[in-house]
DNA sequence: TTGTGGTTGTGCTCACAATCACAAGCAAAC
DNA sequence: GTTTGCTTGTGATTGTGAGCACAACCACAA
């Protein structure tokens, strides 16, 4: 494909593209058509050829798409290939549950501290991290660690990421149910889980 | 507005306008422009409007909206001016943490019951639920219980959605990583929090 | 070497959503 | 009353992504 710019939708489906070649590949499945995952995953096979040839032409005609390098691909394309360090901040209970989640490593993602305000909390073990005091998270600055997840209430969340992103912090998921000012080179994700929730009942 | 077919995407900013608006209110604010809104929001102004208008006219020309009178129109859109039992199938980790969220009582949402197959669970009280075994979710059909949230193992979490769909659930909250086969009458809402952190290092 | 079945890669078309621009309309002041 | 200032509601326009159809291509067999 000619030059393009690629689009976002297609850049939030790639790791969904990711998962499913990951757990293909521990299936010893060797090549997987368009018409074949896209029955998995519950899309239009062009959709999904369209997408990854942004990318390059990782499949062979006639066969499909081989399972393992494209999984490489795909890990490389995302940045994924090299272990991405990730804090969290908040130990409450969604921060525990997201500390202790395994599922993470699957996409090369390693939390590396954890953060909180709460003397209660502070000096707790959560999986292998020892819960810090925020105000050390201007030590982050010399690790070099660009990812963090946010899991603190709404009212402090603006603050958290201020200090995050003074302390180098590039990308952050953020789920507490506000909007968070950032400069433009610092990329947000926001999940508001009572929201999704909240549009069911229209449909219904 | 003439007849229109009401945008997916303009259904799923409704809880986030309905979230405002609610705040609005607890601050006592009597009316707010479409201006004001798309600040606090990052939207524009426009869309706010009309995504408002496919549903009527609920603004003062020269005014804004009154804050409380279209909190209470929004919530009766999104058929949140009742109160919405859920239950919750998973008592895990994260299964746990969304139990115990007081946050979800904003849009009137209310988890009716507990439900999983793990015998050091069942038995056990989160907030104000039992957790109960999950062969009792036939039980549900007596209820009227309409949504679920669904936190149990990927691998687990097609039988659950089966189970609860023949026990009448009409709509799932789904936060395991894997697509779910359902009827077309039933709405699944999936959110993959991993999936959703493996965009981030593509963009940083 | 050539033919065949099957699948990719992609230009084109269509559908949908975001944005714009402005007429319509209300409130408050005079 | 009438005027002024401001904001809504919406048709028209633009932008973006999804879907389709088919040419290009590969592997393999004969
Ligand atoms: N629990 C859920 O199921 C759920 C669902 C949807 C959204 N959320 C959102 O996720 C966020 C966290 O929710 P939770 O249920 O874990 O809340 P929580 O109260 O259990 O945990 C919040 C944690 O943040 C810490 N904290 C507070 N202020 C801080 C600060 N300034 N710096 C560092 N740490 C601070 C607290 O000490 C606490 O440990 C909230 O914004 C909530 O709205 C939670
Ligand atoms: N914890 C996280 O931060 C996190 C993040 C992203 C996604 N998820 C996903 O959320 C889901 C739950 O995660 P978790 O961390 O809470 O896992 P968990 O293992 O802590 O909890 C799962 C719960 O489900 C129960 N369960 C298992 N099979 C069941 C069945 N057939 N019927 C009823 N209950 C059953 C288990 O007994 C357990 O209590 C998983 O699909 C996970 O991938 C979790």
Redesign the interface.
Known sequence: MKYHKIPDET??R???Y??AFSILKTQNQETISSQQLAE???LNPPQIRKDLSYFGAFGTRGIGYPVSSTAEQIRS????DVS?Q?VLVGAG??G???A??P??S??G?DIAAIFDNDNNKIGKTIGKNLVENVAEIVTLKARNI??A?LAVPANAAQGCADALIDAGI????NLS?C?LNVPKRV?V?T??????????????
């Not at 394309?77 to 994924?80: P, R």
């Open positions: 850049i939030k790639m790791p969904m990711l998962r998995r995953l519950h394309i995302l940045k994924l991405q990730a209970r969604l525990t549950a997201i202790s989640y599922g993470f699957m996409f993602f660009r990812l997840i590039k990308g952050i998921l149910p909007y990329k994700i999940i508001d889980i009572a929201m999704e929730l909240g549009i069911l009942p229209y449909y219904i």
